[in-house]
């Protein structure tokens, strides 16, 4: 395949000034903008190569990520809290955004299933064919509109519901994804509370970041419980029995914060603190990837029974730009 040349300082630049600009004069009436720049920058990374070479990329496969990010997103926030009315928050500034609808929706009528059941559920493309017509009709179409004109610096959409990232875009997804996704959360968090009518489902608690973007703790402790069966009861870096356990993400979440299953390993509290969020050294590096190729099917169940997606292949494709992109800028414990 043909491989452009990395894209030249300027192109850095203008793209890392454009995209402020977006951010601060864009007319944010719901959070798609934000989850549509999520969606990019995951997918620079997840399919995008390290040139600076255009990307193809399908409102299918877009979609499909809104459907990931809004997912537990659509369910009560604050469900048990004191001083909160739970609801689900509201992500639009009208009425609730369609995209939390459609799913919402799907949820309850389906029942309490997992990402990886939904995904098998026969409803399942009629909602996500709901999500990607929403995600073609708004955020795709408005994005690039800020500050009173249009600037097409990202994409430009072809026929048959493709949509070209141009030259040189995935490449700066890929090179400032840590930094376009903190932004892009930080926007995220504050939409939903300048929203008045979440004022009363939000209440005093303070981990709303956590509820829209993490991987609820109940999760975790079935991940850990999976863990422990499958990596016996010692930590993942010293190899010492454990006592208590952190169920830590190897490629940390500040690095990219999407969690996958095949991302967990289990690590004693300072262990886990001594590596910080610094990527572990290339040893670890060597036998989280050969747990990766050899225990694909428990890892998949894992997954499934915790409700995390699981996906090796993109996993395995994350860690190799994350040591790449350490590499560049020093970031490896
Ligand atoms: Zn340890």
Redesign the pocket.
Known sequence: MFKAPPPPAEVLLGFLSKLQRLLNEADFTATYKLALIISLSDLAVELGSDDGSELILTTRQIGERFVDLYWKQALPYGAGRLGTAPGILTQNNGAQAAVVSAIANFRSTVGAVSIHQARAHPAYNAMLSQVCQTVSAQPLKYLQNFGGSTDPFLYERLGGGRVRLLPGVAYCFRRFHPFVQQLSRARWVEHIKSNRRNTSILGEAGDLEEFLFSTSRQSLALVGEGLKKLDGN???????A?ATFDVDHFIPFVLYPRDLAQNFVL??P???RSKSDMLAGRFHLERWLERLLKRDDALQDIGERAGVVADAHTSHRIAEWGYKSAEASGGIA
Do not use: E, I, P, T
Not at 234 to 240: L, R, V
């Open positions: 010692s930590c993942f870096y010293c190899g010492q454990l690590a004693h300072g262990c886990n």
